[in-house]
C-alpha cells in the first residue's frame, strides 16, 4: 500500500469529523439547539363586545316595559321580568345560567355574538300584558314565545321554568344551528320543557310528560303520522299538538339510545346536502331507509307506554 493512500485512509475520517463539528458547532452564547421555538398562535380576531350591546338593548327595554319591572344584564342575557331585584339574579343563577351551560356542553358550539333578552313574567295577566306592550299579541295561548327576528323570549313562569328551557333552547339553536329542521327544532325544544340536570349538572336530560298521551291515543288509534310526513310536510300542519309530541319522543327516543347529541351534529353538518334530516337520521340509526327507522320507533313507543304512567297536563 502506498504511503498517499494510507494516510488517506487513516487521517481522512478524522479530517471528514473536524469539518462537520466545525460546520455544526454551536456559536458562542447561542443554544446548544439552533430549532426554532414555535411562536404562540395569533390572537383571535376581535369581535363585537357582546357586553356593550347587551347594556344598549337593556337601555332600550328600560323604556318599552313597564317602569315597576326589573332588569338586570348577564351578557349575552338582558334579563327583566316582575320581579324582585334579587329573584332575578337567583333566576339566572340557578336556572338561566346552568341551562345555557348544560345546553352548550350538550349541542352548541357557537356563543352568541348578541344579546338576548329574556323576559319572565310571574303570571299568566303579566304575561299577556308584556306580549301586548311589545306588540307580540295573538300569541296569549302559549306559555312562552321565541321571536328569532328580536332575539327576544317571554315566557310565563305560572306554567314553570320548563318553558324557560323551552324557549331558552330555540334562542340558542338558531345560534348555532341557523338552518336548523322545524321538527328538530320544535323536537328539542319541547323535550327540554319537562327535564333535569345530571348528576354533575353538566347535562340536560329530558324525560316523559303530558304530551306522551296523544302519542299513546295515535298509536292506539293507528292514526300516528310516519315519520316521512314529519320530517318533509309543514310542521303542525294538521294537528300542531300531536306534531310536537312525535317530535319530542323522537328526540326521547334518541336521547334514550345516547345518540341524540350525536344526531344533532351530524345533521347539522350535513344540512346543506339533507335539509330535513331524514338520512342523517338512518345513518346514526344504522337503517337503510327511513321506513325501518320509524318501525323501530314506533315499537319503542309501544313498549315505553305499555310501563309509563298515564299523564296530564
Known sequence: MSVFRWSTLTFGPLLLVGLCYVLTRPVSGAPLTQRQVPSLPPQPPAISDVGTSSEAVALRYRTLLPRTWSLRVFPPFVLAGDLAVDDLEILYRETLAPTARALAIGYFDRVP????????CSSTDSYRQCINCLRDGGREEYAGIYLRAERRLVVNLSTGEGTLAHELTHALAHVDFPKMPEWFDEGLASLHEESQF???????????????????????SRRLP??????????????????????????????????????????RAHIDVDPTGGWSLIAILGHDHLDAVDAEFQAWL???????PVMHH
Open 113 to 120: 355574538s348578541e344579546p338576548i333578552t329574556v323576559l319572565v
Open 198 to 220: 345530571s348528576d354533575d349538572g353538566l347535562r340536560l336530560i329530558g324525560a316523559p310528560n303530558w304530551r306522551g298521551e296523544l302519542l299513546r291515543e295515535a298509536l292506539r
Open 226 to 267: 310516519s315519520l316521512a310526513e314529519l320530517l318533509t310536510q309543514p310542521f303542525g300542519r294538521h294537528v300542531p299538538a300531536l306534531a310536537y309530541a312525535q317530535a319530542r319522543y323522537l328526540c326521547l327516543f334518541l336521547q334514550e339510545k345516547q345518540l341524540l347529541g350525536a344526531y344533532y351534529r351530524k345533521c
Open 302 to 308: 309501544a313498549t315505553h307506554f305499555s310501563k309509563a
